[in-house]
């Protein structure tokens, strides 16, 4: 009996942690929690996190882009509008996160896989739920109690186990109660760990109920989620590297996200049962809004050299037709930067079609010419390098252009 009482009393211990408290109320605007609770100590904390993000480098500094955001933000939280702040943050990664304190982050990375208002809506309406039902205090208070729990949870099994191991006679007999104990406490420790990101994943499937329903009365199209997480699930399923092909079609005990699988067929159910209304996606306003930013976060996204995700990427924003010289030149940069086989003739066609096109940038005749010098074809390399410098006269790398005209000149090539 000795021995089970540890267990038993964890197994007691740890059901209680787990309680959710699900907070109904909302938060009261211009209303600041007392510094000396725990909720005043991260709303301090967010303060702090807040600040550092004002002088950050990957802040995005464009005004009308973070003006578009947050008035997306307030469509689908109009009455806590004045207490959202929005940063837009250069960051190459599908990401947005806010704060207790009305402090939002969103990543590019998000905003070019988005593609049109209505997605964006659904995500948004998805960070300002976990404000308004604070998601943030009730974790951090949940992972507390569960850490508390478990630290006197094993502190009781390891006088248990001293106990029983003075009890019994023979080195032998103690080290398997000792063995037997570290492992209890490991046990402990784990079920705390899952326990704590099971309650994460409840307040993510919550988050993404009242996320739906704020994108939906404002309306925006109901289908507008389940498509955005069908299509990174698309994207994982192209990349490069085996892991993230798998990791979400894989349920883990310590994914802090319901498996995208799961989480579209929640949000198509839900869209299946609303009745026939809205279906506004403001795509036409979004890729307005996000265009002057897409060579730079096409640029960042390059840079992860995962290029089968950033392939599919720039195949799903080429769907519609627009930006086609721009999209054509990142396909190219696939390309040229994996130099698989056949990845030359696949960038020269992507650089030729993006030639064709009146959004082309400039970089496309420089890399034109590049390769058209790998191949011997010294007439077609002069002619790229020549219209490249008279697109681009301030480009910084002129003087190396240059120089390879005056080389191939030397040559006497024809």
Known sequence: MTRLAPALLAAALLSAAATSEAWARSPTAASRPDPATDEGGLWSSSDRAEAEARTKAELDADPVLTGYVRG???????????????????????NAQMAPNGYMEVWSGLLLRVTDEAELAFVLGHETSHYVHHHSLDAWRAARRRANA???????????????????????????????????????????????????????????RLGFARA????????????????????????????????????????????????????????????????????????AAIRPHLADWLRDDLRRRDYGRTLHLIDRLAADGEDPGLLDYCRGEVFRRRRGDGDDARALAAYRAASAAPDAP??????????????????EARAAWAAYLARAPDAQDRWLVEASLKALARSGQP
């Open 72 to 94: 997306v933000a307030c469509k689908v939280a109009a009455e806590y509008c004045g207490e959202i702040r929005v940063y837009v943050m250069d960051r190459p990664f599908f």
């Open 150 to 208: 478990t630290m006197a949870l094993s502190a009781v099994v390891a006088v248990a186990g001293a106990a029983a191991g003075a009890g019994v006679g023979g080195d032998a007999a103690a080290r398997t109660i000792n063995d037997s104990v570290n492992a209890l406490v490991d046990v402990l420790y784990l079920a705390a760990v899952a326990s704590m990101f099971a309650f994460s994943r409840d307040q993510e499937a919550e988050a993404d």
């Open 216 to 287: 939906v009365a404002a309306g925006y199209d109901p289908s507008a989620g389940a498509r955005l997480w069908r299509a990174l699930q698309a994207e994982a399923g192209h990349s490069d590297f085996p892991t993230a092909r798998t990791e979400e079609a894989v349920a883990s005990v310590f994914a802090t996200h319901p498996v995208t699988a799961a989480r579209v067929a929640a949000l198509e159910t839900l869209s299946n049962d609303r009745p026939a209304g809205s279906t506004d996606s403001g795509r036409a306003r979004y890729r």
């Open 362 to 379: 400039p970089a496309v005749w420089r890399e034109l010419g590049d390769l058209h010098r790998k191949a011997g074809q010294t007439a």
